[in-house]
């Protein structure tokens, strides 16, 4: 079976940093995504992680490690936007994805 | 389309009634996957089609759970006989290659 593990809440300031790390231990190891969900909304994709180190994408950062089975997401600058779920999810094989639970970020003014 | 389709949105069914969810892939998209989420938790995976083929349906819940897409577009997820148990919101998501998914907002299943 798939164990992904993350933090089920975070609160934060607008214009701060705040990260979000993940935990997984999976039967295989094909890629590492990470989406953000607004209530009632399709998660969307803000980053794919494969390769050990660090991913930057505008505002977005996220890192990979294999060896530990670790990645974190980090978002810099915060903006009120932002309050959403953060999902982690590994893909084990060449298709599926496994989620964790899910991240609740509340960005406070 | 631009995105991932889902109809309806919203469906309330009376516990015992059957459902038809539909959705709409972007065009092109090979692989198309439903997915279950629970109020307050990640999606969980129910089943792959690639094209018009059904490669894996290990996450379907029980037998009641059918899902089809016979031409290789739009996928339809039938549930016989809902149950309280089924109410979740679920998710579509199609893939051009293997990095990209694509997800639907969804259809909100509430089973009274």
């Known amino acids: 079976g798939q164990n992904i593990d993350q933090p089920t809440e975070m609160t934060a300031t607008e214009g701060a940093i705040v990260q979000i790390n993940c935990t997984y231990q999976?039967?295989?190891?094909?890629?590492l995504f990470w989406y953000q969900q607004h209530a009632g909304e399709a998660p969307t994709f803000l980053s794919y992680?494969?390769?050990?180190g660090l991913e930057e994408k505008g505002r977005f950062s996220s890192f990979l490690s294999r060896s530990k089975g670790y990645s974190y997401l980090l978002l810099k600058e915060l903006q009120m936007k932002d309050s959403a779920s953060y999902l982690c999810?590994?893909?084990?094989?060449?298709?599926?994805?496994?989620f964790g639970a899910g991240t609740t970020v509340t960005v406070r003014a | 389309g631009a995105g991932v389709s889902q109809s309806p949105r919203y469906k309330v069914a009376k516990r015992g009634q059957d459902v038809a969810l539909r959705c709409d892939p972007i065009?092109?998209?090979?692989?198309l996957f439903w997915y279950q989420q629970a109020l307050g938790q990640g999606p969980e995976f129910l089943t792959y089609?690639?094209?018009?083929?059904?490669?894996?349906k290990s996450g379907l819940p029980s037998d009641r759970f059918f899902a089809e897409r016979p031409e290789g577009s739009v996928s339809t997820l039938k549930i016989q006989r809902t149950q309280q148990e089924d109410s979740a919101v679920y998710l579509c998501?199609?893939?051009?290659?293997?990095?990209?998914?694509?997800f639907g907002s969804g259809t909100r299943l509430t089973v009274v």
């Open positions: 999976t039967s295989g190891f094909n890629g």
């Open positions: 999810a590994v893909r084990a094989n060449d298709y599926k994805l496994s």
């Open positions: 089609f690639q094209n018009e083929a059904q490669l894996d």
């Open positions: 992680n494969v390769l050990d």
């Open positions: 065009s092109g998209h090979v692989s």
């Open positions: 998501a199609s893939s051009l290659e293997s990095q990209g998914y694509t």
